[in-house]
């Protein structure tokens, strides 16, 4: 069964400080991974990422894959309290496009 | 990306009675589907919905309780059929527009509440 692992579960930050959430994944015909936000119902697309090593960068997030290990970060700097939400790592394992989710990193940014 | 409207946004049911939620994109989408999010859990996928023939069920999930339709490339249906309290779940309908490189885009959601 495929699998998808996150962590940490949630998460309690300061306004400024860097965060790294993980995700590990075991599947048996991996074709990406995909990170996710939700704020409130409809998780908004981060990043989906296809090859090791390359990270994808969009302003204060960063997401790296590594597929030797089976896991990729999600890095967030410089946090901001619009970025409290649930923090979701997903897997395409190519079966017809569906996709596995992880359980979430709840991430709270307090001032 | 595909901009997806889904309705209603959040409803409150009572027990053994049936709620349809509606789902539409803006644009033709090669695939849809249909995911659930109970309280404090991850993303399920229920099934994918086939155009113009019956959707392909995940594990768990059967066509009596959750009957889907997808008349047409840009629409679907899910149907949440004699509700419990423990169908009390967001409902997400989900597309994407190409291949299984393309990335998967999410519609507005749907709050249930079955007492």
């Known amino acids: 069964e495929d699998k998808v692992v996150q962590s940490p579960l949630s998460l309690v930050v300061h306004e400024g400080d860097t965060v790294t959430l993980n995700c590990s994944y075991e599947?048996?015909?991996?074709?990406?991974l995909l990170w996710y936000k939700q704020e409130k119902k409809a998780p908004t697309f981060l990043f989906m990422l296809?090859?090791?090593?390359i990270e994808k960068k969009s302003g204060r997030l960063s997401s790296i894959l590594d597929k030797k290990e089976l896991f990729s970060i999600l890095n967030i700097t410089a946090t901001q309290t619009g970025d409290s939400a649930i923090y979701l790592c997903?897997?395409?394992?190519?079966?017809?496009?569906?996709?596995?989710f992880g359980t979430g990193t709840r991430l709270q940014v307090t001032l | 990306s595909a901009v997806i409207s889904q309705k209603p946004s959040r409803d409150i049911c009572q027990r053994g009675t049936s709620l349809t939620i509606q789902c539409q994109v803006d644009s033709q989408v090669t695939m849809m589907f249909w995911y659930r999010q109970q309280p404090g859990q991850s993303l399920t996928l229920i099934a994918t919905a086939n155009q113009g023939s019956e959707a392909t069920y995940e594990s768990g999930f059967v066509i009596d309780k959750f009957p889907i339709s997808r008349p047409n490339l840009t629409f679907s249906t899910l149907t949440v059929s004699n509700m419990s309290p423990e169908d009390s779940s967001i409902y997400l309908c989900?597309?994407?527009?190409?291949?299984?490189?393309?990335?998967?885009?999410f519609g507005s959601g749907t709050q249930l509440s079955v007492l």
């Open positions: 997903a897997v395409n394992t190519g079966t017809a496009s569906k996709l596995t």
């Open positions: 296809t090859s090791s090593g």
């Open positions: 599947v048996t015909n991996f074709r990406s």
């Open positions: 989900s597309a994407i527009r190409g291949g299984a490189s393309e990335k998967l885009f």
